[in-house]
């Protein structure tokens, strides 16, 4: 139980300081427009991010659902996977991207902690 709640609290936290990541940082380059330039992330950060996090949560989730065996956990990190997938190769506006990321990577955390709490309940049982 220890590893699964490990993996599935640090998939967690990687999917928050993603949604910190992209609400922050745009607030913080419009306020503060001559950090734009220094603070300029690159278009391979956020393709980056998204394939470290698909097998970062594939692992916790897969993880769980063999002690859980429900999908619910799963099929909310499909979608928001796919989101956040979506975001960092197709979207074709920064407006996009955003809405993208940020949806998905609600979805993800969401889906880490379900899969916490249903692998925590099974262990009780």
Do not use: K, Y
Request: proline fraction near 3%; charged fraction near 10%.
């Amino acid at each position: 139980m220890h590893r699964q709640t490990w993996l599935d609290g640090a998939a967690a936290s990687v999917s928050l300081l993603c949604l910190v990541h992209c609400l922050a940082l745009p607030l913080l380059i419009a306020a503060l427009p001559a950090l734009s330039q220094m603070l300029a992330v690159p278009e391979e950060f956020h393709r980056g991010v998204a394939l470290v996090a698909l097998p970062a949560s594939a692992v916790a989730l897969l993880s769980g659902f063999r002690r859980h065996r429900s999908g619910r956990a799963l099929a909310l990190a499909i979608v928001g996977l796919g989101a956040i997938v979506w975001a960092a190769f197709w979207a074709e506006s920064a407006a996009a991207e955003l809405v993208g990321t940020v949806f998905g990577s609600v979805l993800v955390s969401a889906a880490h902690v379900v899969n916490w709490v249903l692998a925590r309940d099974r262990a009780r049982h």
